[in-house]
């Protein structure tokens, strides 16, 4: 760093950012929940772990955290295997890309609504088309299908490179010597995709923990998540502290799956040994 000061400057932005946008924060979050009047406290902790509707909202977060994660790291394993396997067109290709990433930049209101307008009591689908009446959309169910469609994209932008980067001459090499495509898909690709696997997966576990949007849209009241139990808390009781503990709890799942995920992948290889990939 002493002979590029360019690079020492960008080193210390970043630490600076860093510092500002999250340690300092997270400084003022843990003081909040834990310090009264310069004193260490645990009573308001025990209050929120103690609530049976606090338990069940972290609960019901964890369980669509982990439906999010897998359900958008598959689909989004299938779209970025059919972008590099496909043998696709370039203009094929431009139009896949867009379709794909669309629900990433739209609104995060978007999709939750365009599902309350289509499933609903009255939606276009459920009442107009099928005749339903009365269809209950409000829950789990709902919820987790507009992350998962708002969030695989991230899976995809994320594996898309990784499968890309996979030398089909390895993988044609296996089928000349009379291996099944499953099998090749299975011993071969999939192996060398577990690493972008692992990151999709922890980027919408994350991603869904701390999605506001949507819950507040379609859970309903049969389905506390801790987002909106943490809003609720602040603008509804004007508790601080509350909204606080609650949001730490947040913090619990993210940095296990996180770890989980490093000593998962420490100390393994997902290297293959070879030349410059072939198209």
Not at 61 to 84: D, Q, R, W
Not at 242 to 255: M, N, T, V
């Amino acid at each position: 760093m002493s002979r590029d000061p360019f690079f020492a400057g960008v080193v210390v932005l970043l630490w600076l950012l860093l510092g500002l946008f999250v340690l300092y924060p997270l400084a003022c979050l843990f003081g909040r929940a834990f310090f009264e009047d310069g004193a260490l406290v645990f009573g308001p902790l025990l209050e929120v772990i103690g609530n049976v509707h606090h338990r069940q909202a972290f609960l019901n977060s964890l369980i669509l955290a982990l439906a999010v994660g897998i359900g958008g790291t598959l689909l989004g394993f299938l779209f970025a295997f059919t972008a590099a396997r496909g043998g696709l067109s370039r203009r094929t290709m431009g139009l896949f890309d867009t379709a794909t990433l669309l629900p990433l930049i739209s609104p995060p209101f978007t999709i939750s609504v365009a599902i309350l307008f289509s499933f609903g009591a009255r939606g276009l689908i459920t009442y107009d088309l099928l005749g339903i009446k009365g269809a209950a959309i409000y829950g789990f169910t709902s919820t987790a299908a507009a992350e998962i469609a708002t969030y695989f994209p991230i899976a995809y932008l994320t594996l898309r490179p990784i499968l890309a980067s996979v030398d089909p001459n390895i993988e044609n090499a296996a089928f000349s010597m009379g291996a099944s495509r499953w099998r090749v898909f299975r011993t071969m690709t999939l192996p060398l995709a577990v690493p972008g696997i692992a990151n999709a997966f922890l980027l919408l576990f994350a991603c869904s923990l701390a999605d506001f949007a949507t819950p507040l849209i379609l859970a309903g009241n049969d389905f506390p998540v801790l987002p909106t139990e943490a809003f609720l808390q602040i603008t509804g009781q004007f508790d601080l502290r509350g909204g606080a503990l609650l949001s730490i709890l947040l913090l619990i799942p993210a940095a296990a799956v996180f770890f989980l995920q490093r000593y998962w992948l420490a100390g393994r290889s997902f290297v293959t040994v070879t030349g410059k990939a072939s198209s």
